[in-house]
C-alpha cells in the first residue's frame, strides 16, 4: 500500500503530515502533497524533513526542519486546522 492509496478509500483526512523525501523509487513527498490537493483541495498540508537542501525553497506549504520538538508539530497542526498557520 502507497500513502496515495489511503485518499482512495472511505476515510475521513483532516490534515496531511509528510516527509519530503519517503518511499525509495516510489512517490515524492511533494508530488504526493500535489496530488493530494488535487483530491482534497482545502487540505492543510505540512511537511517535514531532514533535508531541507531538498525543498530549495519550493514548499507551498509550511516545513518543519528534523529534528524538531513536539510542541513545535502541535503547535503547527493546531495553527494549520484552525486556517491560521503564518506563511513564510
Do not use: C, Y
Amino acid at each position: 500500500m502507497s500513502a496515495l492509496d489511503v485518499f482512495e478509500g472511505p476515510v475521513t483526512i483532516n490534515l496531511l503530515v509528510t516527509d519530503v523525501k519517503f518511499e525509495p523509487n516510489h512517490l515524492h513527498g511533494i508530488a504526493l502533497a500535489r496530488t493530494v490537493r488535487t483530491r482534497l483541495p482545502g487540505i492543510p498540508i505540512i511537511f517535514v524533513t531532514g533535508f531541507p537542501e531538498l525543498l530549495d525553497g519550493q514548499s507551498e506549504w509550511p516545513v518543519l526542519i528534523k529534528p524538531f520538538d513536539f510542541s513545535a508539530l502541535s503547535k503547527l497542526v493546531q495553527a494549520e486546522l484552525a486556517g491560521k498557520a503564518v506563511r513564510a
